[in-house]
């Protein structure tokens, strides 16, 4: 006896839907559409993000600021004064700082010189030699400095070794480059002028003021 056959039919979808290939297409495309617009925020997000660390960078590590030269701790040797005469004889030490704390790179200066007045007149000129300063840093050289009062030609200067306090000054001026990260160079110059007020009867140093 023949045996009895039933149609074949395609399964349909449990859901009873069946996707074409046309909304296929569309999902595939929406896909795409929404790997780009990821890939865009990603971009975005990297090139702000990079435009921070730029500025940030600009105002701190690589903006250059001008070091600073002073004059630090005095100690008085001898002081030898007469306001009759009038005149005065000293030896002191002290310290030369080259402060470079403020930049993120070396400063690199050329041989200088400080040079000690009393209202103009030259009493004494001393030498530095060249050298560095490392970043973020401050060095300090100590010099031996003797002045004499033979080139002062005031006719008040008597008078203000009377009153019991001789003011003298001290300029100077540095020549060098602040080099950031060994990719950039920048000159920069630095002044000294600082104000030495000696107390006569102590026969020590009363102020100093650098500006």
Not at 48 to 58: A, D, K
Not at 148 to 165: C, H, Q, T, W, Y
Request: charged share 20%; net charge positive; proline share 2%.
């Amino acid at each position: 006896m023949a045996e009895k056959t039933n149609p074949a039919f395609p399964l349909a979808p449990s859901n009873g839907y069946t996707r074409s290939d046309g909304e296929s297409q569309l999902s595939a495309d929406e896909l795409k559409r929404k790997k780009k617009i990821k890939l865009a925020i990603y971009i975005t997000i990297f090139v702000v993000f990079q435009i921070i660390v730029i500025t940030t960078m600009s105002l701190t590590v690589m903006k250059v600021k001008t070091p600073r030269f002073r004059l630090g701790n005095i100690n008085v040797e001898s002081f030898v004064s007469d306001s009759a005469a009038p005149s005065f004889d000293t030896k002191f030490t002290t310290q030369i700082k080259i402060k470079n704390s403020a930049n993120w790179g070396s400063y690199k200066f050329n041989a200088a010189n400080i040079t000690f007045q009393h209202q103009g007149a030259t009493l004494a000129v001393i030498d530095i030699a060249k050298g560095k300063a490392g970043w973020l840093s401050t060095i300090k050289r100590t010099a031996e400095v003797s002045l004499k009062s033979s080139a002062i030609n005031g006719s008040n200067f008597g008078s203000e070794l009377s009153s019991g306090v001789l003011t003298l000054n001290s300029v100077g001026r540095l020549n060098g480059k602040v080099a950031i990260m060994f990719i950039m160079k920048k000159k920069k110059a630095t002044n000294m002028n600082c104000t030495i007020a000696f107390d006569v009867a102590a026969k020590n140093v009363k102020s100093l003021h650098c500006k």
